[in-house]
């Protein structure tokens, strides 16, 4: 047994060392919730917060683009098409590999190095029922998922916005949100009581995380296709809105909750009781336009009525002399911006790209064929073997350490490589 003095002298250098390891090894973290000061947002020190950053799309909502299919356009027509070529058994893997491979910590730190200091989320609400989802039909990862993405940014320092991209029944009626080709959302009680719900869980769980900047209810409410059906669908969207809110501040007083507008987040007309809450704010899409301040003027304006903060949620998917210029006009219009997205397959207009497996034409061409009975699934179906293996080497693609980094891209949007 050591004597009483030669433990209180240990016991004093393993404080130190301690002490010394924490100032050395701890990394900047947002220490306290984002707060709102007119149009802006404030950071716990003060200080103005602008936000620069991207989203994680395709990780938690695949989209078919991404996987470079074109009739094939949603998270569950993807699933369906694996499904018809390699299985059940193997399509589940493959999904739970995916997310595993996805995103990472070195994704996220790679972020952070750019100068970026937050991230948009995109996420689907089936990881918080029991329905078919990425492999998984029961006991869904979404908070495992979402735990851990917060763990990595607290680790390099950036604020996480967590954005609702398929809610119950569809709030889009497109590819988009994953839906049967309507926003059933608006007119289904049921589904609306769901996409409530999962909110208030969601929100209940993170109530004292601040590395959570806010909710984003929903991604692109009601699309522009149903013109005909606006007096019907638009005017339910605010009152959703409120309702998820009542139910969000009865778990968590501390977040900001993110309010799109209708028509691919653009339209916000639809909004009559801006200030509901104290703390909301509004977030606006815009895609393919020209980067003339015309091309923003109505956001503007939207934002100087309400004086609120306002920001970009999704922009992006052009090329770098465009993605330089629109950065530029809305760091001019204290606009901050969510660029999209992050990481897509053998594409450069995005962070870093994934390499095309070999043999992955083979699979889009199998998602161009008619595949409406079984006899045309037979006929359509490439050899399995090769369908697995270019399936196995997209997982393998996809980590950080296999991609490439589009350095003149990051540059445009404001960033260092």
């Not at 002490?19 to 103005?48: E, H, M, N």
Request: with cysteine; charged share 25%; hydrophobic share 40%.
């Amino acid at each position: 047994m050591r004597k009483p003095d030669q433990l209180c002298i240990i016991s004093i250098l393993l404080l130190f060392l301690a002490a010394s390891c924490s100032k050395i090894d701890r990394p900047a973290t947002p220490s306290g919730f984002i707060t709102i000061s007119g149009p802006d947002l404030v950071a716990p020190d003060g200080s103005k917060f602008f936000i620069q950053g991207i989203n994680l799309g395709n990780w938690l909502n695949p989209e078919g683009y991404m996987f470079l299919f074109n009739r094939t356009s949603s998270g569950r027509l993807i699933d369906q098409v694996f499904r018809e070529l390699v299985g059940p058994d193997f399509t589940n893997t493959f999904w739970k590999q995916f997310k595993d491979n996805y995103i990472t910590r070195e994704d996220i730190r790679y972020i952070k190095s750019t100068g970026m200091n937050s991230i948009r989320l995109p996420f689907h609400y089936k990881l918080f029922t029991d329905e078919d989802f990425m492999g998984l039909t029961a006991e869904q990862d979404g908070f495992a998922r979402m735990d851990s993405l917060v763990v990595w940014c607290r680790e390099s320092g950036l604020y996480v916005i967590l954005d609702m991209h398929d809610a119950p029944g569809g709030q889009t009626g497109d590819n988009i949100d994953d839906s049967y080709g309507y926003p059933w959302l608006m007119v289904s009680p049921e589904s609306q009581t769901l996409f409530v719900d999962i909110w208030r869980k969601i929100a209940d769980h993170f109530k004292n995380e601040p590395v959570i900047l806010g909710y984003d209810l929903l991604n692109e409410p009601i699309a522009t296709h149903f013109k005909e059906d606006y007096p019907i669908l638009n005017p339910a969207l605010e009152p959703l809105y409120k309702k998820a809110v009542a139910a969000i501040r009865e778990v968590d007083k501390n977040h900001i909750i993110l309010l799109g507008g209708a028509q691919w987040n653009s339209n916000f007309r639809v909004f009559t009781d801006s200030k509901f809450d104290d703390r909301i704010m509004y977030t606006c899409h815009r895609y393919w336009c020209d980067t003339l301040q015309a091309n923003i003027q109505d956001f503007v304006n939207f934002r100087d009525s309400v004086n609120l903060p306002l920001y970009m949620g999704e922009t992006g998917e052009n090329n770098n002399a465009w993605i330089a210029a629109w950065t530029r006009l809305m760091i001019k219009n204290n606009i901050g911006y969510h660029y999209w997205p992050y990481k897509k397959m053998g594409r450069t207009s995005c962070v870093v790209t994934i390499p095309v497996p070999a043999n992955w034409d083979s699979i889009v061409a199998y998602t161009e064929k008619p595949r409406l009975n079984f006899q045309e699934i037979r006929d359509a179906r490439p050899d399995q073997a090769m369908v697995r293996k270019a399936m196995l080497d997209l997982l393998e693609n996809c980590k950080f350490a296999n991609c490439t980094k589009n350095e003149e891209y990051i540059r445009a949007m404001g960033m260092t490589p």
